[in-house]
């Protein structure tokens, strides 16, 4: 069974300010990928990062970075300098590696709000 | 081509009405999902497809019913829905296979109203 947890529900924070989005993931499996998706308020799933088991560097893309860490089965995201079109719900998700039982489990989300 | 396109975008239908949600994509993915998203809850996985066969349904129920005609293709009939049915469908699909597995590409959905 896979689990993903987003113990932030709600993020509220001023233009500016850096923020970070847990999350923290359960797998049986000793590969899998993991998956960051940002939700803004019409509903598409833009996606932002993959990651592979095996690879655990840390990733800069401009204002966003994530720190992988499988020791401590945690996925964060951290968004530096926000803005208030940072305004969405992010979505951690994880899926197995096995082509036979590929799918996205998803995190329950964040709602971040970036205040101007 | 590097969309899932979804048609309609959004749908109203009477609970004894029958309807098909379309998703379609040509970007030679062999595998292809539907998701469920209630208002302010994450994406359910409801059926998957692999190489046009059903290889995962996560007991949805019969109400939905999936059907993929071809590799580009993958439809989810609705009939006799309930107003909790009315949700965010969403339709993905991923390459299929063990070489270059580069993630999901998602629809960007239809929004179902059951009235």
């Known amino acids: 069974a896979q689990k993903v947890t987003q113990a932030q529900t709600e993020i509220s924070v001023v233009e500016k300010e850096d923020v970070t989005l847990d999350c923290v993931y359960e797998?049986?499996?000793?590969?899998?990928?993991l998956f960051w998706y940002k939700q803004p308020p019409s509903g598409e799933l833009v996606f932002l990062i993959r990651r592979n088991s095996f690879d655990e560097q840390n990733e800069i893309s401009g204002r966003y970075s994530w720190n992988f860490q499988k020791s401590t089965s945690s996925f964060n995201f951290t968004i530096t300098a926000s803005q208030v079109v940072d305004s969405a719900v992010y979505f951690c998700a994880l899926s197995p590696l096995d082509t036979g039982r590929r799918a996205l489990t998803f995190g329950s989300g964040t709602r971040l709000q970036v205040q101007p | 081509d590097t969309e899932v396109t979804q048609t309609p975008k959004h749908l109203v239908m009477g609970m004894t009405n029958k309807k098909s949600l379309k998703c379609e994509q040509h970007?030679?993915?062999?595998?292809m999902y539907w998701y469920k998203q209630k208002a302010k809850k994450p994406p359910e996985l409801m059926f998957v497809y692999s190489y046009e066969k059903l290889s995962i349904n996560e007991s949805v129920p019969s109400r939905f019913s999936p059907e993929c005609p071809n590799s580009s293709l993958l439809n989810l009939h609705l009939h006799a829905l309930q107003p909790e049915d009315s949700a965010l469908y969403l339709c993905a699909s991923s390459q299929s296979g063990t070489g270059g597995f580069y993630g999901y590409t998602f629809g960007s959905g239809t929004r179902l109203t059951v009235v």
């Open positions: 970007m030679g993915h062999r595998a």
């Open positions: 797998t049986r499996d000793t590969t899998y990928y």
